[in-house]
C-alpha cells in the first residue's frame, strides 16, 4: 500500500513544482501591414466610404488609436522603420529607391535570438533579401494582383490567385504546419492591397457597384492659402489619376484626356494585370468593367464632372480591394479562435502610411498634412489590452518595434529610437512624448511632392520644404483641421511659430537628424542619379 501512495503523491509534488516554477508564457506577435490603407475606409474610424466589420471587430476587443502616426509616409522606408525602430535617416531606406542594409539589428533578429520564430509574409519591398527570419515568402518589388510571383529562400515561384488571399494562405500555412509549437512566434503578414492601381478579386469587382460614396469637401481644392509643394504635387484625381491605368478605361479613348497616358514606362502596369487574369476571370472582369467603359464613352465627360467620375471609380476599385482584406483579416482571426492562439496573440492592425481619398483633390500619400501621416492602428491582446478602448496619444511607427519587444519581455536596444507603446495599453500616459518629428525625401520623383520635415504637437503643425524651395508652413489643427490655411507669416502666431521652430530643433537633435546629414543624403542621391 506504501509503495502505491507514493505513487500517487511523487508525480503530484513534481507537476506542482514545474508549474511554479515555469515562466509566464511569452505571446505570440501577428504584425498585420497593409499598404495605402486610409484610416477614412475602416468602419471603426467612422468611415461613410465602406464597411470593415473584421478590422472592426478587432477594435472592438482591443485599443484604437486615433493619433497615430508614420515617420516618412512612403511605403519601403515605412517597413524599414517597422523592423529597426528607427528614423529613415538612420535605417538606410530614406525612399523607395534605396535597398535595406539587412546586416543591421532589427526586430526580427532580436525576437530570434529571445527564443521567438520568425515569419513574414507578403509585401516587403526592401529590394535585399529578408534577414532574421526563419521563414518568408514576399513579392518582388510591388507585386502583383492576380497570378502573382512570390520570392523564397528557394527561388521565385507563380502562385495561381488573388494576391490577398494567398498571403492569408501563406499566414495560415505557417501557424498551421511551420512553425515549432514550443516556441513564441512573430508573423509580420504584410498585405500588398490595397496599392495603386487596385485591382479587385473576382468577388469583388461589382462590391461598389452603383454605391456613389460621398465626395470630400476638398475634392476641387485650389491650394489657395499653401505654398508651392501643394500646389505643383502631381497627384491629382482631375489631372494625374490615369484613366486608363488607374480607372481601367480603354487606353485610346484616355490619351485624349490625361498625359499620364503619353508616359510609356507607365502603361504597362495597366496592360500586365489585366494579361494575369486567366481566361475565366477575364470573361468575369469583362463582363463588369465593359459597360463601365461603353458608360465612359457614351457619356464622354470632362471638366468637374469627369474628376467627379474618376473619384467615383478610384472608390469602387479601392474600397473592393479593402474588402478582400478584411474578410480575408476575419479568416486568420478565426482562425487564432479555432487554435487557441487567440488569447495570448498581440495583433497589430495597421498600414504602411495613410492616403488620400480624393481629399485636396488627391490621391497617393508622403506629405505631412494628416491624412497621408496618419495611419491606422490597431492592437488586440486579450490578456492585456481591455476590449473597446480608444487612445489619443502621440505615437509613431518608431514605437512598433519597442513595444513588441516590450510585450515579449525583451529590453529594447538603447539605439532604437521609439517608445514601448505597453504603459498607454492600462491608460497610463503621464510620461509620453508631446510631439513628432517627420521626414520626406522621394524627390524630384513620381508624384513630385518636395522634400521636407516638420514637427507636429497635439495642436499645430510646423512644415519646411526645402532642395528646390525654401518654404515654411504652420497650420493650427484646431482652428483648422483640414489644413487649408498657412499661418506661418501670421502676426498672431508669433510666439507659437518661435516654440515650434525651438522644438523642432530639440526633435532633431534628440532622433539625430540634422542639416549635414541631410546635405550628405542629398549628394548621394545627386551621384546616384548622376550614374543612371
Ligand atoms: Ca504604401
Same mark, same amino acid.
Given at each position: 500500500?506504501?509503495?502505491?501512495?507514493?505513487?500517487?503523491?511523487?508525480?503530484?509534488?513534481?507537476?506542482?513544482?514545474?508549474?511554479?516554477?515555469?515562466?509566464?508564457?511569452?505571446?505570440?506577435?501577428?504584425?498585420?501591414?497593409?499598404?495605402?490603407?486610409?484610416?477614412?475606409?475602416?468602419?471603426?474610424?467612422?468611415?461613410?466610404?465602406?464597411?470593415?466589420?473584421?478590422?472592426?471587430?478587432?477594435?472592438?476587443?482591443?485599443?484604437?488609436?486615433?493619433?497615430?502616426?508614420?515617420?516618412?509616409?512612403?511605403?519601403?522606408?515605412?517597413?524599414?522603420?517597422?523592423?529597426?525602430?528607427?528614423?529613415?535617416?538612420?535605417?538606410?531606406?530614406?525612399?523607395?529607391?534605396?535597398?535595406?542594409?539587412?546586416?543591421?539589428?532589427?526586430?526580427?533578429?532580436?525576437?530570434?535570438?529571445?527564443?521567438?520564430?520568425?515569419?513574414?509574409?507578403?509585401?516587403?519591398?526592401?529590394?535585399?533579401?529578408?534577414?532574421?527570419?526563419?521563414?518568408?515568402?514576399?513579392?518582388?518589388?510591388?507585386?502583383?494582383?492576380?497570378?502573382?510571383?512570390?520570392?523564397?529562400?528557394?527561388?521565385?515561384?507563380?502562385?495561381?490567385?488573388?494576391?490577398?488571399?494567398?498571403?492569408?494562405?501563406?499566414?495560415?500555412?505557417?501557424?498551421?504546419?511551420?512553425?515549432?509549437?514550443?516556441?513564441?512566434?512573430?508573423?509580420?503578414?504584410?498585405?500588398?492591397?490595397?496599392?495603386?492601381?487596385?485591382?479587385?478579386?473576382?468577388?469583388?469587382?461589382?462590391?461598389?457597384?452603383?454605391?456613389?460614396?460621398?465626395?470630400?469637401?476638398?475634392?476641387?481644392?485650389?491650394?489657395?492659402?499653401?505654398?508651392?509643394?501643394?500646389?505643383?504635387?502631381?497627384?491629382?484625381?482631375?489631372?494625374?489619376?490615369?484613366?486608363?491605368?488607374?480607372?481601367?478605361?480603354?487606353?485610346?479613348?484616355?490619351?485624349?484626356?490625361?498625359?499620364?497616358?503619353?508616359?510609356?514606362?507607365?502603361?504597362?502596369?495597366?496592360?500586365?494585370?489585366?494579361?494575369?487574369?486567366?481566361?475565366?476571370?477575364?470573361?468575369?472582369?469583362?463582363?463588369?468593367?465593359?459597360?463601365?467603359?461603353?458608360?465612359?464613352?457614351?457619356?464622354?465627360?470632362?471638366?468637374?464632372?469627369?474628376?467627379?467620375?474618376?473619384?467615383?471609380?478610384?472608390?469602387?476599385?479601392?474600397?473592393?480591394?479593402?474588402?478582400?482584406?478584411?474578410?480575408?483579416?476575419?479568416?486568420?482571426?478565426?482562425?487564432?479562435?479555432?487554435?487557441?492562439?487567440?488569447?495570448?496573440?498581440?495583433?497589430?492592425?495597421?498600414?504602411?502610411?495613410?492616403?488620400?481619398?480624393?481629399?485636396?483633390?488627391?490621391?497617393?500619400?508622403?506629405?505631412?498634412?494628416?491624412?497621408?501621416?496618419?495611419?491606422?492602428?490597431?492592437?488586440?491582446?486579450?490578456?492585456?489590452?481591455?476590449?473597446?478602448?480608444?487612445?489619443?496619444?502621440?505615437?509613431?511607427?518608431?514605437?512598433?518595434?519597442?513595444?513588441?519587444?516590450?510585450?515579449?519581455?525583451?529590453?529594447?536596444?538603447?539605439?532604437?529610437?521609439?517608445?514601448?507603446?505597453?504603459?498607454?495599453?492600462?491608460?497610463?500616459?503621464?510620461?509620453?512624448?508631446?510631439?513628432?518629428?517627420?521626414?520626406?525625401?522621394?524627390?524630384?520623383?513620381?508624384?513630385?511632392?518636395?522634400?521636407?520635415?516638420?514637427?507636429?504637437?497635439?495642436?499645430?503643425?510646423?512644415?519646411?520644404?526645402?532642395?528646390?524651395?525654401?518654404?515654411?508652413?504652420?497650420? *493650427? #489643427?484646431? +482652428?483648422?483641421? &483640414? /489644413? !487649408?490655411?498657412?499661418? =506661418?507669416? %501670421?502676426?498672431?502666431?508669433?510666439?507659437? @511659430?518661435? *516654440? #515650434?521652430? +525651438?522644438?523642432? &530643433? /530639440? !526633435?532633431?537633435?534628440? =532622433?539625430? %537628424?540634422?542639416?549635414?546629414?541631410?546635405? @550628405?543624403?542629398?549628394?548621394?542621391?545627386?551621384?546616384?542619379?548622376?550614374?543612371?
Amino acid at each position: 500500500m506504501k509503495v502505491k501512495i507514493l505513487f500517487i503523491f511523487i508525480p503530484m509534488a513534481l507537476l506542482s513544482m514545474s508549474c511554479a516554477e515555469k515562466p509566464a508564457q511569452k505571446p505570440n506577435i501577428i504584425f498585420i501591414m497593409s499598404d495605402d490603407h486610409a484610416y477614412q475606409a475602416i468602419g471603426a474610424y467612422g468611415s461613410v466610404r465602406n464597411q470593415t466589420p473584421n478590422i472592426d471587430r478587432l477594435a472592438e476587443q482591443g485599443m484604437r488609436y486615433d493619433r497615430a502616426f508614420v515617420s516618412n509616409s512612403i511605403c519601403a522606408p515605412s517597413r524599414a522603420v517597422a523592423i529597426t525602430g528607427k528614423f529613415s535617416h538612420l535605417n538606410s531606406v530614406k525612399d523607395n529607391r534605396d535597398a535595406f542594409d539587412g546586416s543591421q539589428q532589427t526586430l526580427p533578429k532580436i525576437l530570434q535570438a529571445n527564443g521567438y520564430q520568425t515569419a513574414v509574409m507578403g509585401k516587403w519591398h526592401l529590394k535585399t533579401e529578408p534577414t532574421g527570419f526563419d521563414y518568408w515568402k514576399v513579392l518582388p518589388g510591388q507585386g502583383d494582383y492576380y497570378q502573382p510571383k512570390f520570392k523564397t529562400p528557394q527561388g521565385v515561384v507563380t502562385e495561381q490567385g488573388y494576391v490577398t488571399d494567398l498571403i492569408t494562405d501563406f499566414a495560415i500555412d505557417f501557424l498551421d504546419s511551420l512553425r515549432d509549437t514550443s516556441k513564441p512566434f512573430m508573423l509580420m503578414y504584410h498585405h500588398k492591397a490595397p496599392h495603386r492601381e487596385w485591382w479587385p478579386s473576382m468577388e469583388n469587382l461589382e462590391a461598389y457597384k452603383d454605391k456613389p460614396v460621398p465626395e470630400p469637401p476638398t475634392l476641387f481644392d485650389d491650394y489657395e492659402g499653401r505654398g508651392a509643394a501643394a500646389r505643383d504635387a502631381e497627384m491629382r484625381i482631375a489631372e494625374h489619376m490615369g484613366l486608363s491605368s488607374d480607372n481601367k478605361i480603354h487606353p485610346d479613348i484616355v490619351n485624349k484626356h490625361n498625359y499620364h497616358e503619353f508616359m510609356t514606362w507607365y502603361q504597362p502596369v495597366h496592360l500586365k494585370q489585366y494579361a494575369s487574369l486567366t481566361p475565366e476571370e477575364k470573361k468575369k472582369w469583362d463582363a463588369v468593367y465593359g459597360p463601365i467603359n461603353a458608360d465612359f464613352d457614351a457619356k464622354n465627360p470632362t471638366g468637374d464632372t469627369l474628376t467627379r467620375w474618376k473619384y467615383q471609380r478610384y472608390m469602387q476599385d479601392y474600397l473592393g480591394v479593402i474588402n478582400s482584406i478584411d474578410s480575408n483579416v476575419g479568416r486568420l482571426m478565426d482562425y487564432l479562435e479555432k487554435n487557441g492562439l487567440a488569447e495570448n496573440t498581440l495583433v497589430i492592425y495597421t498600414s504602411d502610411q495613410g492616403f488620400y481619398l480624393g481629399e485636396h483633390g488627391w490621391f497617393d500619400k508622403r506629405f505631412m498634412y494628416e491624412e497621408s501621416f496618419r495611419t491606422p492602428l490597431i492592437m488586440r491582446w486579450p490578456e492585456k489590452i481591455k476590449p473597446g478602448q480608444t487612445n489619443t496619444d502621440l505615437v509613431q511607427n518608431i514605437d512598433f518595434a519597442p513595444t513588441i519587444l516590450a510585450a515579449a519581455g525583451i529590453e529594447a536596444p538603447e539605439d532604437m529610437q521609439g517608445k514601448s507603446m505597453l504603459p498607454l495599453f492600462k491608460g497610463k500616459n503621464d510620461d509620453w512624448r508631446d510631439a513628432l518629428y517627420y521626414h520626406y525625401y522621394e524627390f524630384p520623383s513620381i508624384h513630385m511632392v518636395k522634400r521636407h520635415f516638420g514637427v507636429r504637437t497635439d495642436r499645430y503643425k510646423l512644415i519646411h520644404f526645402y532642395y528646390d524651395i525654401d518654404e515654411w508652413e504652420l497650420y *493650427d #489643427l484646431e +482652428k483648422d483641421p &483640414q /489644413e !487649408l490655411k498657412n499661418v =506661418y507669416n %501670421d502676426p498672431a502666431y508669433t510666439e507659437i @511659430k518661435a *516654440d #515650434l521652430h +525651438k522644438k523642432l &530643433q /530639440e !526633435l532633431r537633435a534628440q =532622433y539625430k %537628424d540634422s542639416d549635414e546629414l541631410t546635405q @550628405k543624403m542629398l549628394k548621394d542621391d545627386l551621384a546616384r542619379m548622376k550614374k543612371k
